[in-house]
């Protein structure tokens, strides 16, 4: 019985934690979707309290479109499948985006509460 109540137990906190991740992809695709409407309020407000006093709405604007630059990185083409790890209490997501000119990854950090406590785009 006890053995049972374990395995109960392991499987509903795993399903938890595969909901959690799976939350956090959608979350981080809305996110490449708002780049590319160029809605940068909504990127904005997924942000944590640190994340809004070091990234303004307009400084947001500006690093998409240097990014999006033609000498830089070109047009945003597509993006790939996501993956995720766990670094210490943060949930990170990571998106192949294929541009004109490169392919990095967007590295989307989700604290515990859901709010984006860092936001990369890496080789």
């Not at 109960?8 to 992809?25: G, H, M, P, R």
């Not at 998106?95 to 990095?104: E, G, Q, R, W």
């Amino acid at each position: 019985m006890k053995k049972l109540l374990l395995v109960l137990f392991a499987t509903i906190c795993l399903s938890n934690v595969f909901a959690q991740q799976d939350k956090n992809i959608e979350l981080a695709k809305l996110l490449l979707t708002s780049f590319q409407k160029n809605d940068f309020e909504k990127i904005y407000t997924a942000f944590d309290t640190n994340m809004k006093s070091a990234l303004s709405k307009e400084k947001l604007k500006l690093i998409w479109a240097d990014l999006t630059a033609v000498e830089k990185c070109g047009d945003f083409q597509k993006s790939g499948d996501a993956t995720t790890e766990k670094i210490k209490e943060y949930d990170v997501v990571y998106i192949p985006c294929t541009f004109k000119n490169t392919v990095l990854k967007m590295k989307t950090v989700f604290n515990k509460q859901n709010n984006i406590s860092g936001l990369f785009f890496v080789p």
